[in-house]
Every structure is written in C-alpha cells, then in structure tokens.
C-alpha cells in the first residue's frame, strides 16, 4: 500500500499541473496559478519545485485552424 504522503503529493502535483494548464503556465499576476489557488507565487515556486513541477517559460496556445493559423 502507498503511504499516504506520497499518495498526497501525487495527489497535489496533478492538481497543481492542471492549475497552470489552465492557466497557460502562468503563475503570477492576475489569472495567474497562484491566484487561483489562493497561495502566494513563491510560495506555489516552493511546492512547485518539491513536487519536481518544471517552470515552462511560455507555452503557445493551440493553433486555431478556423482563423488561419
């Protein structure tokens, strides 16, 4: 059986990933993932960083076929 701890950290490492999906991986300012989960940005660095959550400098949006891209 897993230890309860590590089931948690998977468990907050998913959720954290799908925060800055949604976000587009920004982490401060407005909108950002900080925001969102109510946690000061260095603070979501830190867990970041301990949970081996990589910062990735910019991610492009999907390309939208209907407008030309």
């Known amino acids: ?3 309860v701890k590590q089931i948690q950290q998977e468990t907050e490492r998913e959720y954290i990933l799908a925060i800055l999906k949604q976000t587009n991986g920004r982490i401060r300012g407005s909108g950002g993932a900080a925001e969102l989960l109510n946690l ?3 603070t979501l660095e830190y867990r ?3 949970l081996g959550i990589r910062k ?3 991610i492009q949006p999907p390309t ?3 407008n030309g891209n």
């Open 1 to 3: 059986m897993q230890d």
């Open 40 to 42: 000061k940005p260095t």
């Open 48 to 50: 970041m960083e301990k």
């Open 56 to 58: 990735v400098l910019s």
């Open 64 to 66: 939208d076929p209907s």
